[in-house]
């Protein structure tokens, strides 16, 4: 079975940094494109971060480039997302979910999704 | 940035309804498009993917179709268990972005 499982959310004052990880199983974790989407409670969904199978690649939103990290940890099928300067709007459930692609066309989505972390930037 | 619109925002419909959201991209996607339902409390689910490609499970009352800005999500007879949010998402170029969402209610 396929199961990614996120941990590292909690409650954060701005400016500070939290640390997420995303632990899966039931696949070839190094094969895959990984990605974070978050989602303000209530709201829509947003994409935040894309990494290469083997690190090489990152791609990140303008809203948290600079300040946020993406990386991953092929030995321990884990996906990482390092938060710094975290603020106000960066409030929301960070969800990680493996990326899929077709090689041509380029046809690529989010499936599986893990169950989501809650972060909290608050004073 | 691709700006995706979705619509309606919300809807309102009885069991055993065809019901169509429609997704508009700001330009020309080609079929980088995908579909995903969510539940309360849940992770988004893929439904569509490539604009008309089914994900496995996915119960067939389920379609898409479009390519370049227009697309639509369709359900040919609705379930209880529809009853969600569905959002559309291009895939085309980065940065990757969703529509606003469509909360789909019980009538």
């Known amino acids: 079975e396929v199961q990614l499982v996120e941990s590292g959310g909690g409650l954060v004052q701005p400016g500070g940094s939290l640390r997420l990880s995303c632990e899966v199983s039931?696949?070839?974790?190094?094969?895959?494109?990984m990605s974070w989407v978050r989602q303000v409670p209530g709201k829509g969904l947003e994409w935040v971060a894309h990494?290469?199978?083997?690190?090489?690649?990152?791609y990140y939103v303008d809203s948290v480039k600079g300040r946020f990290t993406i990386s991953r940890d092929n030995a321990k099928n884990s996906l990482y997302l390092q938060m710094n300067r975290l603020r106000a709007e960066d409030t929301a459930v960070y969800y990680c979910?493996?990326?899929?692609?077709?090689?041509?066309?380029?046809?690529?989505?989010?499936?599986?999704w893990g169950q989501g972390t809650l972060v909290t930037v608050s004073s | 940035d691709i700006q995706m619109t979705q619509s309606p925002s919300s809807l309102s419909a009885s069991v055993g309804d065809r019901v169509t959201i429609t997704c508009r991209a700001s330009?020309?996607?080609?079929?980088?498009l995908n579909w995903y339902q969510q539940k309360p409390g849940k992770a988004p689910k893929l439904l569509i993917y490539?604009?008309?490609s089914f994900q496995s499970g996915v119960p067939s009352r389920f379609s898409g179709s479009g390519s370049g800005t227009d697309f639509t999500l369709t359900i040919s007879s609705l379930q209880p268990e529809d009853f969600a949010t569905y959002y559309c998402?291009?895939?085309?170029?980065?940065?990757?972005?969703f529509g606003q969402g469509t909360r789909l209610e019980i009538k």
């Open positions: 979910a493996r990326r899929d692609i077709v090689v041509l066309p380029a046809y690529n989505w989010f499936d599986p």
């Open positions: 039931g696949f070839t974790f190094s094969s895959y494109w």
């Open positions: 990494i290469k199978q083997d690190g090489s690649e990152k």
């Open positions: 330009q020309s996607i080609s079929r980088y």
């Open positions: 490539a604009a008309s």
């Open positions: 998402q291009q895939s085309y170029s980065i940065p990757i972005t």
